[in-house]
T-cell receptor
Framework: EAGVAQSPRYKIIEKRQSVAFWCNPI?????LYWYQQILGQGPKLLIQ????????DSQLPKDRFSAERLKGVDSTLKIQPAKLEDSAVYLC???????????FGQGTRLTVV | TQLLEQSPQFLSIQEGENLTVYCNSS?????LQWYRQEPGEGPVLLVT?????EVKKLKRLTFQFGDARKDSSLHITAAQPGDTGLYLC???????????FGAGTILRVKS
């Protein structure tokens, strides 16, 4: 069974530029999460989808971050414009349903300079 | 304020020692999961505990869910260098319909 795929693996951008991350979850997984993980800390939930609907986006900085999950499968997370403090690893995870085991991708390491 | 507080934040021990990592909250969780994360990788699930008071064993790892489903612990017996990593607890918070993570415990086992 293929795992959660994320791209790119690494991205370096200048502040105020925009960037997009892509995630392809495990086939059949209804729930998709985007987490932000700052070095040495636990993942912080940014947004959670159930199929193509948003379950929780309370910690998503909506003035600069946006995410979509068209057709309830792939998802993209965008940052525009990026700030220095956005430097982190962005993890995508998927699960069969709410609260079941989450399978994580390898993440995208973003560096904003 | 973290919904789940993990302690200690960092633990450095010698091979063969025992250790316990704690995960505490004032909230009740439907279930609690423990993950281990290695550098450059995403977290990988170790175990899920669902019932208050539940104890699960995975080789040298023992997981316990508190009776009130507000806290959990992970005990490692005779730690090995291969146990080194970031240990994360994650709670299925029923009132928020989401999976929230603690800040993690960085474990380093020296040979």
């Amino acid at each position: 069974e293929a795992g959660v795929a994320q791209s790119p693996r690494y991205k370096i951008i200048e502040k105020r530029q925009s960037v997009a991350f892509w995630c392809n979850p495990i086939s059949g997984h209804a729930t998709l999460y985007w987490y932000q993980q700052i070095l040495g800390q636990g993942p912080k939930l940014l947004i959670q989808f159930q199929n193509n609907g948003v379950v929780d986006d309370s910690q998503l900085p909506k003035d600069r971050f946006s995410a979509e999950r068209l057709k309830g499968v792939d998802s993209t997370l965008k940052i525009q414009p990026a700030k220095l403090e956005d430097s982190a690893v962005y993890l995508c995870a998927s699960s069969l349903g709410l609260w079941t085991e989450a399978f994580f991708g390898q993440g995208t390491r973003l560096t904003v300079v | 304020t973290q919904l789940l507080e993990q302690s200690p934040q960092f633990l450095s021990i010698q091979e063969g020692e025992n250790l316990t990592v704690y995960c505490n909250s004032s909230s009740v969780f439907s279930s609690l999961q423990w993950y281990r994360q290695e550098p450059g990788e995403g977290p990988v699930l170790l175990v899920t505990v669902v019932t208050g008071g539940e104890v699960k064993k995975l080789k040298r790892l023992t997981f316990q869910f508190g009776d009130a489903r507000k806290d959990s612990s992970l005990h490692i017996t005779a730690a090995q260098p291969g146990d080194t990593g970031l240990y994360l607890c994650a709670g299925a918070w029923e009132y928020g319909n989401k999976l929230v993570f603690g800040a993690g415990t960085i474990l380093r086992v020296k040979s």
